[in-house]
């Protein structure tokens, strides 16, 4: 549980109507196989011990007591269990009977949440039974302990702090204020819900609708169970339609129309990060109401089987990754119209090198310059041949800018740097940083210069995961005056070529596009070797997608290095093994820290994603942070790992 993680798990189990003994029976089945996986909350149905049709039967006292000796059966038979469990049973509470939600672990109650909003419209007819329940909590005698009893009730684990347990059930999340608002803005993190909700023609859409929105809105787990097959199909038909959402996302569902157990992983961390980042989640005197109840889990280690995003930028739906790519492009587009329409810009100076990021930029360029219904011969592109620059992406670049129809200018800088190493005194044989560097600093003081004759601007094509890096010649192509590339990752860089190809009508278009996808990411600063590039830049810094991974979570939920190895471990360990994880990562935390200088000045750009490294936006870091405390964590799971 050290880093977020907790096994949750959510149960609609085969009830027998008003035969508590049976449902007794099917519940200690599922909560001794929940306990078993390592489960540590686990929610069934309202009313599971008596099944939710037993109508005016819930009058009885014959029933209601039964459902009460159960309930302390279970209790009888989990002592010493460390998983909370959350079971529905009528209960009756000074002469007025309540549909409750009873919290159970080891063998001990922890507390009685009752539902607030009864359903009493068309199929339902719950005020003929029940009490609504009330939000002051006050202490009520049960098996012979006095146990807290009240809807504003908060089950808070002493040794995992940011695990907070409120609850709600069934209508009261259909309300218009359901009680679960509350208990988030008084620290629940996660919402457990029982519920018995009917099945009709597309209502299951508008509940996963519910339960993901009000995740989503409240920044908090989700843990709804409905009950299923078994109860009475007299005019109602139940699926057992269970969920388990986290901030918005369903992480596991159930098939409706059979009874399930379904479990997964919830990661408290990452909605810790996110309500400490937003300062609209205001919680300031909102628990003056409330009565927290203390428990403790045994602290272990949580097996993860639930899977995360390789690119986290990237939705791996094809409709809806299409759909964000086109979104993309036009933010982009949108954001240099507007600039060149401020500075009356006619022009826009582009420097192409057949790579993917100088492609994704006149791509855009070309869009917006559609939009301001201004000549595509005005995107002056300018290819600078030098000592690494190959056949292939001089020939891909070339064909790229004819096709859009954009002016090519060719300016070749072997003359230039090799006089510019003349004037330092620097051995051209020597290909250190400087030799590199001069050749990309040439480059933007030429595309500047152009951009001065044009009357135009020069956009910028570097990247955000170069960025993040630092994989930029400071005052080289670090420098523009407006990039359009700055808040897109490489991995999403690639993907946005791939569909501008995919949806390109002109066939030449569309085979150059994937020639520059097929290509070797590389500066191209080395000369090459038999007419081939030398020098990739994913052998020098690492994977791109690893460090879009890492970028992802430092930056989305300020994950320690720690956590975000094991996601890594988790998502590329049949890729790459545990050293090379490593080594990428520490490569990342040291570059992120030692390289912000060079995102202190960045030029103007567009945000498109939930992160961006601009210094006027997102990432307002000092350029001389120390990244000790990063590091020192890294060197202890150096040990830990044996490396």
């Known amino acids: 549980m050290k880093d977020g993680f907790l096994k949750v798990g959510v149960a609609s189990v085969d009830v027998e109507v008003a035969n508590p003994i049976h449902n007794k029976e099917k519940v200690m089945e599922v909560m001794k196989k929940a306990d078993k996986n390592g489960v540590k909350l686990l929610v069934f149905p309202e009313l599971v011990l008596t099944a939710y049709t037993c109508n005016d039967l819930f009058l009885q006292k014959t029933l209601l007591d039964e459902a009460k000796k159960q309930l302390f059966v279970i209790l009888e038979e989990t002592k010493g269990q460390d998983m909370v469990t959350v079971l529905g049973l009528p209960l009756t509470v000074n002469h007025k009977l309540y549909n409750c939600a009873v919290f159970v672990q080891g063998g001990k109650i922890l507390g009685v949440v009752p539902k607030h909003y009864l359903p009493n419209y068309s199929e339902f007819y719950e005020a003929r039974h029940f009490a609504p329940g009330e939000e002051e909590v006050k202490m009520i005698r049960l098996g012979g302990k006095d146990v807290p009893f009240g809807m504003n009730l908060l089950f808070c684990c002493e040794n995992m702090e940011e695990l907070v347990i409120g609850c709600e059930i069934c209508e009261d999340l259909w309300s218009p204020l359901p009680p679960s608002t509350h208990h988030a803005l008084a620290g629940a993190t996660v919402i457990c819900n029982p519920s018995a909700s009917d099945e009709t023609t597309t209502k299951d859409t508008y509940r996963r609708n519910l339960v993901s929105q009000q995740s989503a809105r409240l920044v908090c787990a989700y843990l709804y169970s409905c009950a299923g097959e078994g109860e009475s199909t007299q005019d109602l038909v139940y699926s057992g339609h269970n969920m388990i959402a986290e901030y918005g996302a369903i992480l596991k569902e159930s098939r409706r129309f059979q009874n399930s157990y379904i479990e997964t992983e919830i990661d408290l961390q990452r909605l810790e990060a996110d309500r400490r980042r937003m300062t609209t989640f205001v919680t300031e005197g909102a628990d003056k109401k409330y009565e927290r ?281 049949e890729e790459y093994d545990v050293a090379t994880c490593y080594k990428w990562l520490r490569t990342f935390c040291w570059r992120f820290f030692a390289q912000h200088f060079k995102r202190s000045c960045l030029p103007d750009g567009p945000k498109v994603g939930s992160i961006a490294v601009s210094p006027r936006g997102d990432l307002r870091m000092p350029s001389d942070a120390s990244s000790a405390v990063w590091m020192s964590e890294l060197d202890e799971l150096k040990d830990k790992l044996g490396l």
């Open 293 to 573: 109840v203390y428990f403790r889990l045994k602290e272990e280690r949580t097996q993860i089987s639930r899977t995360f995003e390789r690119t986290p930028f990237i939705p791996s739906n094809k409709a809806d990754r299409e759909r964000r790519c086109d979104e993309i492009l036009t933010i982009q587009a949108m954001g240099l119209k507007k600039r060149l329409a401020h500075t009356h810009c006619q022009s826009a100076v582009v420097g192409i090198s057949g790579g993917l990021d100088s492609t994704l930029a006149v791509l855009v360029t070309a869009r917006a310059f559609d939009m301001l219904n201004i000549p595509r011969e005005n995107i002056v592109c300018v290819t600078m041949p030098c000592f690494g620059t190959t056949d292939r992406t001089y020939s891909n670049a070339v064909t790229l800018t004819k096709k859009l129809g954009a002016s090519l200018r060719e300016i070749r800088i072997n003359k230039a740097v090799e006089q510019h190493f003349s004037d330092i005194g620097h051995d051209p044989e020597n290909h250190d940083v400087t030799y590199e560097n001069s050749q990309a600093r040439e480059r933007t003081q030429i595309l500047m210069d152009i951009a001065n004759q044009t009357n135009g601007m020069v956009i910028g094509t570097g990247d955000m995961s170069e960025l993040a890096l630092g994989w930029a010649t400071y005052n080289g192509d670090h420098m523009s005056m407006y990039a359009v590339n700055s808040s897109v990752p490489k991995t999403l860089v690639r993907h946005l070529v791939r569909y501008y190809a995919d949806t390109s009508k002109e066939q030449e278009l569309k085979e150059v596009l994937l020639d520059i996808l097929d290509t070797p990411v590389s500066p191209e600063l080395l000369p090459p070797v038999d007419g081939v590039i030398s020098q990739k830049t994913e052998d020098l810094v690492g994977p791109y997608e690893l460090h879009d991974f890492f970028l992802y979570y430092m930056l989305r939920f300020g994950f320690h290095p720690e956590k975000i190895f094991r996601l890594t471990r988790q998502t590329f360990g």
